[in-house]
């Protein structure tokens, strides 16, 4: 059973630093790509960043609302992923879902964990 | 980036209704466009995707239609549990967008 579970979500001040984790299990990690997506109170699905397998470099991409700020990697030996928020903003307190992609979907999701941004 | 936009916003229908929901992209996404359903206090789950193709364990109910710009999910006969907000999303081009939402509720 594929199972995604993030960590590090915590209550934090403008301008801190906060390192989110999402634990695999259930699939080759070292084989998949790995998605971060976030979801503000009430609101829509924002899709934040991406890193590809060992195969396509790692290669990253970021939204451009945390690029600059936001840092995702990965450590396949443990099955993890990261997302490491930096100069984090009120506006970037969200949920954060750590997402396996399917070819045409985003087809499994962790459960989330809840950044809070605020003083 | 490209833009996706869902109407209706809102939509408000009754148990065994057939509703509709439309996304529109900002230029075309051939066939990458995938539906979520989203219950309050859950993760999205993955509807559709290619467009029309019914992921696994989804009810034959919900079908989806479209190409390029304009897309379509009709829930062809309302059930209590569809009652959710739905997502739709392309895979096109990076970066993988999503649309603002649909909220339905029970009339």
């Known amino acids: 059973e594929v199972q995604l579970v993030e960590s590090g979500g915590a209550l934090v001040q403008p301008g801190g630093s906060l390192k989110l984790s999402c634990a695999a299990s259930?699939?080759?990690?070292?084989?998949?790509?790995i998605h971060w997506v976030r979801q503000a109170s009430g609101k829509g699905l924002e899709w934040v960043a991406r890193?590809?397998?060992?195969?396509?470099?790692?290669?990253?991409a970021y939204a451009a609302s945390v690029k600059g700020r936001f840092t995702i990697s990965r450590d396949d030996s443990k099955n993890t992923a990261y997302l490491q928020m930096n100069s984090l903003k009120t506006e970037d307190t969200a949920v954060y879902y750590c997402?396996?992609?399917?070819?045409?979907?985003?087809?499994?999701w962790g459960q989330g964990t809840l950044v809070t941004v605020s003083s | 980036d490209i833009q996706l936009t869902q109407s209706p916003s809102f939509l408000s229908a009754s148990v065994g209704d057939r509703v509709t929901i439309t996304c529109r992209a900002s230029?075309?996404?051939?066939?990458?466009l995938a539906w979520y359903q989203q219950k309050p206090g859950k993760v999205p789950k993955l509807l559709i995707y290619?467009?029309?193709t019914l992921q696994s364990g989804v009810p034959s109910r919900f079908s989806g239609s479209g190409s390029e710009t304009e897309f379509t999910l009709t829930i062809s006969s309302l059930q209590p549990e569809d009652f959710a907000t739905y997502y739709c999303?392309?895979?096109?081009?990076?970066?993988?967008?999503f649309g603002q939402g649909t909220k339905l509720e029970i009339k």
């Open positions: 230029q075309g996404v051939s066939s990458y």
């Open positions: 290619a467009a029309s």
């Open positions: 999303q392309q895979l096109n081009s990076f970066p993988p967008s």
């Open positions: 997402i396996r992609p399917g070819n045409l979907g985003f087809d499994y």
């Open positions: 259930g699939f080759t990690f070292s084989d998949s790509n």
């Open positions: 890193i590809r397998n060992k195969a396509d470099s790692y290669a990253t």
